[in-house]
């Protein structure tokens, strides 16, 4: 049986692959740090390396140490890069600059460097982000990208910085950009954020959002999409994905109050005050390092923003079917699991 190396395996999306490979069978490589944390691995995974079976094996390492990773691609079948810097997605302080451009940029070079030299494909998680605030109403893999924030840039600065290595060293590198996932076992985020407002009754309405098209993907479809992509994906290209439902922000957010229990979920708010308030946030985290603004103008002219992705290019290269498409159903499955977590009281 073949064996593969996973970055992430730890987080949301990997832990979800590992668990999904580990079910198809596959030997699997984790590469962590010495810091991990293991338990957020799936049990059947997790007893695995208790009982050290053969089928699962750690390897420590540091995308950001480009030594650390010798030998990590060796013997493995294909490599899936899903690790990455997201804490304080829109923070556009220094210090986010160095951190995202640490993991996101120089890793995913120093780890495709690995892959290239031992001839194995990498299939790599990139993210709609990469793709930046379009001005296009209906987005496909030939919409020019035009990132502003900083986890943006250097999400699109590692999709570049793969091609360039497929054209110059050879890589065998397939990437996937998702849009907002959902599903069991993620963390905070912004999908935490909209249940805390909306249980609140203080999500801003602001009208023209509410219309807005919001492309969501649930973790399973990910995790199925990684897996097509390692098996059918072309060399150097890039693969929209995401329910191939259209969901207005308006009907996520009903959702969002129907689990939650409340009718009144928000308040109507006019753009403008949002904006000066976006405006000062920005400004205290450019002299606070330690502040992750609640949002910025950046973050509020996507909120604004409709966005109809097509996901063709996946369904016909890749045989990419998503199967879950209820907004219902997608939110609720995250809400277990933050109220499983302890994030989200029930």
Known sequence: ????????????????????????????????????????????????????????ELFIGDLANAASLGGACEGVAGVYHLACAV?????ESERSRAVFHEVNVAGTENLAREAARAGVRMVHLSSTAAMGSVEESVVDEQTPCRPR???????????????????????????????????????????????????????????????????????????????????????????????????????????AGALVGVRRTGVPVPMWPMRLAGLGFEK???????????WTRNRLDLFVTDRQISIEKARVQLGYAPAYQNVYDMLGMTYIGYVKDGQLRP
């Not at 804490?87 to 923070?91: C, Q, S, V």
């Not at 492309?215 to 098996?231: H, N």
């Not at 929209?240 to 009903?254: D, K, Q, Y």
């Open 149 to 255: 924030a900083l986890y943006q840039s250097s999400k699109r600065q590692a999709e570049l910085s793969l091609l360039e290595l497929h054209g110059s060293e050879g890589l065998d590198v397939v990437i996937l950009r998702p849009c907002l996932i959902l599903g069991p076992g993620k963390a905070g985020g912004e999908v935490l954020e909209l249940f805390n407002l909306v249980r609140k009754g203080h999500f801003p309405k602001v009208a023209a959002a509410l219309r807005c098209t919001k492309p969501l993907v649930d973790v399973r479809d990910v995790a199925q999409g990684c897996v097509r992509a390692m098996e059918r994906g072309v060399a150097g290209e890039i693969y929209l994905i995401h329910s191939g439902a259209r969901h207005t922000l308006g009907e996520i957010v009903a959702a």
């Open 284 to 294: 205290i985290a450019a002299a606070v390092p330690s502040f992750n603004p609640p």
């Open 87 to 91: 804490k304080g997605t829109f923070d």
């Open 1 to 56: 049986m073949q064996r593969y190396l996973i970055t992430g395996a730890t987080g949301f999306v990997g832990a979800h692959l590992a668990g999904h490979l580990w079910e198809l069978g596959a030997h699997l490589r984790l590469l962590v740090r010495r810091s991990s944390d293991l338990t957020r691995l799936p049990a059947a995974i997790g007893q695995a390396l208790a009982v050290k079976d053969p089928r699962v």
